[in-house]
């Protein structure tokens, strides 16, 4: 940001912390957060008050409604992760459901190869175990016998051929 050549960055940089240093405490970054952000505690008690409880603030994450949705979608996200628990989703389990989603048996989705529907069928199967079962991809990468970085870009295409098929893990 300083500079383009190394060297001068960081003379520049030097230079820019110590006018800050220079400055001293400055009561408007200096602590306070939420309360600060909102005018203090008066201003935090009277929102009580009237019932308006402030869950972040927009310094950090974001509207009061923002955090809001955020900690909606992580309850949902969580709530699927205990249902497919409780209806005994696991890696097999996936794997069957992939292969009735493809047309595919067992044994294909898991047998090694660059056939495009195989290769979609595995990356869907390491989408679905990781994103919502939680399988993690070092354990994926052991039951595929690929690498790590591999799982990771299964994951992605695994993705991708959810969404344009409208796939859904959960027989509905």
């Known amino acids: 940001m300083f500079a ?12 820019f912390v110590k006018k800050g240093m220079a400055q001293g405490k400055r009561p408007e970054l200096v602590g306070g957060g939420l309360v600060r952000s909102l005018g203090g505690w008066s201003a935090v008690k ?7 409880y402030m869950k972040g603030d927009e310094r950090i994450l974001g509207s009061g409604d923002f955090v809001e ?9 969580l709530e699927l992760k205990y249902r497919l628990k409780a209806e005994g989703y696991d890696f097999d389990k996936v794997v069957d459901r992939v292969s009735d989603l ?10 090694p190869g660059k056939y495009k529907k195989v290769v979609q069928a595995r990356s869907v199967v390491c989408y679905w175990a990781m994103r919502e079962i939680g399988i993690s991809q070092g354990v994926l990468a052991q039951k595929f016998a690929i690498s790590q970085p591999a799982i990771s870009m299964a994951v992605k295409r695994g993705e991708q051929v959810v969404n344009r098929n409208n ?3 959960l027989d509905i």
């Not at 949705?69 to 996200?77: M, N, R, S, T, Y």
């Open 69 to 77: 949705g955020i900690l909606a979608q992580a309850k949902e996200d």
């Open 46 to 52: 009277a929102l009580r008050k009237v019932g308006t």
């Open 4 to 15: 383009k050549k190394v060297s001068t960055a960081r003379s520049l940089y030097r230079e």
């Open 167 to 169: 796939f859904s893990l």
């Open 102 to 111: 493809m047309g595919l048996n067992r044994d294909e989705v898991l047998s």
